[in-house]
T-cell receptor
Framework: SQQGEEDPQALSIQEGENATMNCSYK?????LQWYRQNSGRGLVHLIL?????REKHSGRLRVTLDTSKKSSSLLITASRAADTASYFC????????????FGQGTRLTINP | GAVVSQHPSRVICKSGTSVKIECRSL??????MFWYRQFPKQSLMLMAT?????????EQGVEKDKFLINHASLTLSTLTVTSAHPEDSSFYIC?????????????FGPGTRLTVL
């Protein structure tokens, strides 16, 4: 079953603008991860944030995590056409197998 | 970074045949691999967890006799879709878990698009 809900489902912005995507989840987590998927391709791991972290940066990416609200956000700054893709959050639940539960995803379109 | 490959990338088969999909971790060992399926414009749904040297763990609603998983080595897991039917047509993605003292990440393969006629 899906745990994460992402908002918005689709986002279209102009190149150079910032893109913000949100993810909410329902149960306690060990970590939350963000992935990118280009159409018809596999997933690319972007960033992992642990449950005891509140914010993390990686290049143009900024991820926040609010465990009290069970939500996370992914900010992509200075967007580029190549950022056009679907973005998924995935929550890692407690346990050794590190099963991931994926959200529905946000389809991001960057217009040149 | 860690690389995971899948073969084939695309397969078209007739209804009733079996199809085997391979998932390989190319530059790391993975005791745990995962198999997902994804329908168009939808998210990934975990099918099963593949453990090297032991039986796979299937998610609720996934038929283990339909989707046979074998994880015979630390770098290879296979998913066999037996007696495939058109409703099995989907995008199948595997991932391999890489973990250690400072990391615990799943690396995904490029996916296999299965079309059953």
């Amino acid at each position: 079953s899906q745990q994460g809900e992402e908002d918005p489902q689709a986002l279209s912005i102009q190149e150079g603008e910032n893109a913000t995507m949100n993810c909410s989840y329902k149960t306690s987590i060990n970590n939350l991860q963000w992935y990118r998927q280009n159409s018809g391709r596999g997933l690319v791991h972007l960033i992992l944030i642990r449950s005891n972290e509140r914010e993390k940066h990686s290049g143009r990416l900024r991820v926040t995590l609010d465990t009290s609200k069970k939500s996370s956000s992914l900010l992509i700054t200075a967007s580029r056409a190549a950022d056009t893709a679907s973005y998924f959050c995935a929550t890692g639940l407690d346990g050794g197998a590190q099963k991931l539960v994926f959200g529905q995803g946000t389809r991001l379109t960057i217009n040149p | 970074g860690a690389v995971v490959s899948q073969h084939p990338s695309r397969v078209i088969c007739k209804s009733g045949t079996s199809v085997k999909i391979e998932c390989r971790s190319l530059d790391f060992q993975a005791t745990t691999m995962f198999w997902y399926r994804q329908f168009p414009k939808q998210s990934l749904m975990l099918m099963a967890t593949s453990n090297e040297g032991s039986k796979a763990t299937y998610e609720q609603g996934v038929e283990k006799d339909k989707f046979l998983i074998n994880h015979a080595s630390l770098t290879l897991s296979t998913l066999t879709v037996t007696s495939a039917h058109p409703e099995d047509s989907s995008f199948y993605i595997c991932s391999a878990r890489s973990w250690g003292p400072y990391t615990d990440t799943q690396y995904f393969g490029p996916g296999t698009r299965l079309t059953v006629l």
